[in-house]
Nanobody
Framework: QVQLQESGPGLVKPSQMLSLTCTVSGFSILTNYYAWNWARRPPGKGLEWMGTISYDGSTYYNPSLKSRTSISRDTSKNQFSLQLMSVTPEDTAVYYC???????????????WGQGIQVTVSS
C-alpha cells in the first residue's frame, strides 16, 4: 500500500526557511516515470502546485515560486523534501506531498496524497 506522510514544523517565523519532508512507503521514489510533487492550499484559496521531483531526480518548479523553492530527495530513506526560503505570512497554508504517474500533470491526476501539514508563518 502506497503511503505518503509529510513532516516538519508547524510554525515558521517570517524571513526564515520552511523545510518539509515527505516519507514514502510501499513504493520506491526511483520507480520509472513517477513524479513526486509538492502543493499547498492557503486559507480560503485554491490548491497551488509548488514543484516536482521526478524518478530520475529532475526538478521542476512553479515559476511564481521558483526563486524561493528547492526540492531534493534522499533515496536511501525514500523521502523527498521541500525547502521554501524567505517565508512571509502569505506562505501560511496546508502543504501536501503527492504522487503522479507522469510528469507535470494537473493535481487532479495525482493518485496518492499525504494527509497534509498545516504550516503557519508568524512571529
Amino acid at each position: 500500500q502506497v503511503q505518503l506522510q509529510e513532516s516538519g514544523p508547524g510554525l515558521v517565523k517570517p524571513s526564515q526557511m520552511l523545510s518539509l519532508t515527505c516519507t514514502v512507503s510501499g513504493f520506491s521514489i526511483l520507480t520509472n516515470y513517477y513524479a513526486w510533487n509538492w502543493a499547498r492550499r492557503p486559507p480560503g484559496k485554491g490548491l497551488e502546485w509548488m514543484g516536482t521531483i521526478s524518478y530520475d531526480g529532475s526538478t521542476y518548479y512553479n515559476p511564481s515560486l521558483k526563486s524561493r523553492t528547492s526540492i531534493s530527495r534522499d533515496t536511501s530513506k525514500n523521502q523527498f523534501s521541500l525547502q521554501l526560503m524567505s517565508v512571509t505570512p502569505e506562505d501560511t497554508a496546508v502543504y501536501y506531498c503527492a504522487r503522479a504517474g507522469k510528469l507535470l500533470v494537473d493535481p487532479d491526476e495525482y493518485d496518492y496524497w499525504g494527509q497534509g501539514i498545516q504550516v503557519t508563518v508568524s512571529s
